[in-house]
């Protein structure tokens, strides 16, 4: 499965502009010949925007933007994973969704991790981990930032069958070592493919880091990003996948009953 990882500025507070900004990007990496486009976290309406306006704009799992992100991916023959404050009823969640090429919801899933005042002023932990979902040949989970910063959020997922963790992110200066050293040790500790798909600029306090990255299972950049904007594409080939859990046994040699 080709991906497509989008780095950029994260945008206004407005959800009509967010799926523009989706609708044109889905465009590029479909162009690119990419089957998966991930977008950065809460991308349809950025992310340190307050909690008011978060409040203000947040939509049911089954909101308008779920229909038009829907229409998108369909459009462009693409599979999606974009962010958005997801309202529960008195909660507000920071959510994203996977859309296969046909526009069907195949995950939803609420940061569980919350990094921070931003975080905690804002939104709702989540109170599960992701599902494991099929998609372009690989078995797929998601997780949110900060969530991929515990070891144990990785592996519980690759137990769970997921060769492929993709994770929407705003990190800032100064945690460049979380893409630096971090994603990269959790691909090659539990043989997934890991893509951290961030931002860069600025945004309220924050300067986002850039340096989005889709790592192999053996924890070797696929492709990397810089700190400028750009659209990241990487092949996700299941020889790969191989290849490293023949070599590579943390998996098979676990010894939970220590733990």
């Known amino acids: 499965m080709r991906i497509a990882l989008l780095q950029c500025e994260p945008g206004a507070p ?9 609708d044109a990007a889905a465009s590029r990496a479909a162009a690119a010949g990419a089957g998966l486009l991930v977008t ?25 933007a ?8 369909r459009r462009h023959g693409i599979a ?28 939803v899933y609420r940061k569980t991790h919350l990094f921070g005042d931003v975080d905690r002023a804002q939104f709702r932990a989540g109170d599960a981990l992701s599902p494991v979902v099929a998609l372009g040949g690989l078995k797929v ?15 519980t997922l690759a137990v769970a069958g997921a060769e492929a963790i993709l994770v929407p992110t705003a990190n800032m200066a100064p945690f460049e070592s979380v893409a630096a050293r971090l994603v990269p040790a959790r691909a090659e500790e539990n043989t997934v493919f890991v893509a951290y798909a961030n931002y860069v600029g600025h945004e309220a306090d924050f300067g986002y880091c850039g ?43 676990r010894r939970p009953e220590l733990y």
């Open 80 to 107: 999606l994973l974009y962010g958005w404050p997801e309202r529960a009823g008195d909660a507000v969640y920071n959510s994203v969704r996977l859309l296969d090429a046909a526009g069907t919801t195949l995950a």
């Open 141 to 155: 989970a998601l997780a949110i930032c900060y969530d991929i910063e515990f070891p144990e959020v990785a592996r």
């Open 40 to 64: 950065p976290e809460m991308f349809l309406t950025g992310y340190a925007i307050g909690a008011d306006a978060v409040a203000r704009l947040a939509e049911p799992a089954d909101g308008p």
């Open 66 to 73: 779920a229909r038009e992100a829907g229409a998108i991916a």
């Open 211 to 253: 340096l989005s990255c889709v790592c192999a299972p053996d924890g070797t950049d696929l492709a990397r990003a810089g700190t400028g904007e750009t659209l990241l594409v990487a092949d996700l080939e299941r020889a790969r996948l191989v290849a490293a859990r023949s070599t590579l046994s943390y998996l098979r040699d």
């Open 14 to 22: 407005d959800i009509a502009e967010g799926l523009a900004r989706l």
